[in-house]
């Protein structure tokens, strides 16, 4: 089916550390080794800076941790407890998602390119907030992230989403939103100026489908629905060409060619759930749920091949494990797996191949913050957090060796924040989209 349009462009915490000498409200925390509030690095690219949170209620806080330094830089009240955190399309910023008082707050984590160098300076919160009822899906790609909120089907509350880039958080605010016609668990996929977002038939269902949305300004407009059905669609991502979205008997595959899109199904046997892409990765890979399966999936040729993610790996009942999370590297040679006994299973993403696995957290908690997985956009390196321990784990992915960083409290969320290598301006899709495999109640 073709659905025309007129494209418009538009665009851790050391062990040493004591927390509470960490208490600043108001981004002045100076930095290690000076008092001047911008450290500049004008020749090499910055590891970059984590930012995780503590969950406390009417206490809870973000964290910034230097990589370099290995030090903590600052950390800043939140209004409610986090419930995730992601990177911006292009790292400056962390969006910080508080789904359980419909709130979403910003931390600039200071690290950023200006002309020819990367400046370092003072993390600092934006003074701006999103509301709406409960935020969850969040996606990014190229230079532009979308934010889903489900809404809620019980007080007439409708589901939206909200376009931002980097440019627009710097001036302080989002580039469009809009409003759909019910409330459901869902999402919104960004593509330069267009918008893929979930539709259901009435409020409180199940999405089946997609809608297409073209940025006009400050305001969209509906270009209608794809015509190929997605039952149950859950999860999606994109590379240069293509958009998948997992459905409760397949892939829904939409390609943009010019001013329309071209949308069909791929059959799979399980439902699809999350869906996990790299603008320089052709196939898609996805997971079913229940059962964690994975399915490489060709948008071009229109197959779905399993594959073999797990090398034998069960939990203590003898079960095949499951993902808690996943997401390729900053370069997309390697698709990484978080699963169910803590272990990061590597696999390459020329071949599917598994590359190794290498055991990271001692125990996974059956309640509380999930382990989540964040990976750098200037190095080959992955980080988990492991609320158990507590701590953050770094990964390096060539050598795959583990470093802990020991926390006083176990984190919610993990995003990573920096300056990628010059030619990563897109490759930072899924790592970022922490999707939970569980459907919400609306």
Known sequence: MKRSFSPTGAALLAASVLLAACNNDTGSTPLP?????????????????LVFTHADGSNSRVYVHDLESRSTLADFALVHPATAVHSSPEHRYAVIVQRDNDQVEFLDGGVYRHDDHVDEGDPAMLPFTLSGVRPTHYRSHGEQAALFFDGDSASAALSQFHLFSDESLESGGTLAHQTLDTAHHGIAEPLDGVVLAS??????????GISVFELHGDHFHNEGELATACPGL????????FSVFG???GALVAELHGDHFDDAKIAVAERLATVVGHPDVAEFAAFSYPGGNLYALDPEA???TQVDWRDGAVDGDGDPVSALARGFDGHGE???ILDSNGDLHVLESSDWSHRGSIAVLDSVPASGPAPALAVSAAG???FVSDPAAPAIHIIDLEALSLEAV????PPTGLAWTGVGEAHDHDGHDDHDDHDDDHDHDH
């Open 380 to 382: 080959d390196q992955a």
């Open 234 to 241: 859950h999860g999606g991502a994109s590379n240069g060409t």
């Open 199 to 208: 539709h259901a038939a009435a409020s409180g269902d199940a999405p089946d």
């Open 406 to 409: 020991p926390l006083a409290f």
């Open 302 to 304: 229109g197959t779905a």
């Open 247 to 249: 459905c409760d008997d």
């Open 334 to 336: 390697h698709l990484l």
């Open 33 to 49: 080794g000076g008092e001047d509030e911008h450290d500049h690095d004008h020749g090499a690219e910055s590891a970059g800076r």
